[in-house]
């Protein structure tokens, strides 16, 4: 990703709708499922539980990850990792140092991050070596590759999924899924006619635009309100299809 964009997610992850809808329908899926996860209090002083935030860019997720126990972040880039310890995040590391490869974590998440490498299967088989038997996995992806934008590009996204690819990459690493759902469902409509739309309408040349520049205070709010929303349905149901793709899955025990 561009360092640029590290700055960009670092100034808007605390305001912007997606941001701050995505936190919290995670942090609803991630207590429904850890109610069903045994601490260790062998491994774990005070039987803490430890998460380890793949990518962790920025840091958006950290701090809601931190109400689940003890969390550590890793990513691939300098700059995002520096970003992160300014924003007050001890346990941050980049992921070739060797600081977090001593533990064994309960919690492996991935928000947002296997559609940028070539590999996905190699990079989730890769960091499943640190997941303790029984421990959990999260993923998050962006869906459905008509809705291919400028955004993608801006992002270097590789693909985006579909609900059998995701689920095949899971079963692919050995684990058990548990739960795989579309999200970002209530928008998705409106968005996927516009970005259909401006494939089949020819539009001014201008330089690529993110997605994640920031709307009016009103409809930001408005924004966050319906995606957030879906925190409530996803707790026991699913959507047939979203802007983006979720799924918990589980390393067998033994």
């Known amino acids: 990703m561009e360092q640029s964009h590290y700055h960009l997610f670092n100034e ?3 305001s912007h709708w997606w941001f701050q809808a995505r936190n ?11 109610a069903a996860l045994p601490l260790d209090s062998q491994n ?29 972040g890793i990513d691939s880039e300098p700059e995002a990792i520096a970003l992160c310890r300014q924003r ?23 928000f947002d991050v296997i559609e940028h490498v070539d590999d996905d299967s190699g990079m989730l088989s890769h960091y499943l070596r640190w997941l303790k038997p029984g421990g959990l996995v999260m993923i998050t992806v962006p869906a459905f590759m008509f809705l291919w934008s400028e955004h993608d590009e ?3 996204h590789r693909r985006r999924y579909t609900k059998k690819q995701l689920a095949n990459l899971i079963a692919a ?9 579309y999200y970002n469902s209530l928008l998705f ?66």
């Open 24 to 34: 919290q329908i995670v942090a609803a899926l991630l207590d429904k499922h850890l």
């Open 44 to 72: 774990h002083s005070g039987a803490q539980r430890c998460l380890i935030d793949v990518g962790c860019g920025t840091g958006a997720m950290l701090p809601m990850l931190a109400r689940f126990g003890r969390v550590y």
């Open 88 to 110: 007050g995040c001890e346990d941050v590391f980049l992921a070739d140092d060797a600081q977090w490869r001593d533990k064994r974590y309960d919690v492996l998440t991935f």
């Open 173 to 181: 690493s050995g684990l058990q899924l548990d739960r795989i759902s």
């Open 154 to 156: 801006i992002n270097h």
């Open 189 to 254: 409509p409106p968005i996927a006619f516009l970005r259909v739309l401006k494939k089949l309408v020819p539009t001014k040349a201008r330089p690529p635009r993110s997605d994640f520049e920031l709307s009016s205070p009103l409809i930001n709010t408005a924004l966050k309100t319906i995606f957030a929303s879906e925190r409530f349905w996803l707790r026991r149901c699913s959507f047939p299809a979203g802007l983006s793709l979720l799924c918990v899955a589980r390393k067998p025990n033994g």
């Open 12 to 14: 808007i992850q605390e």
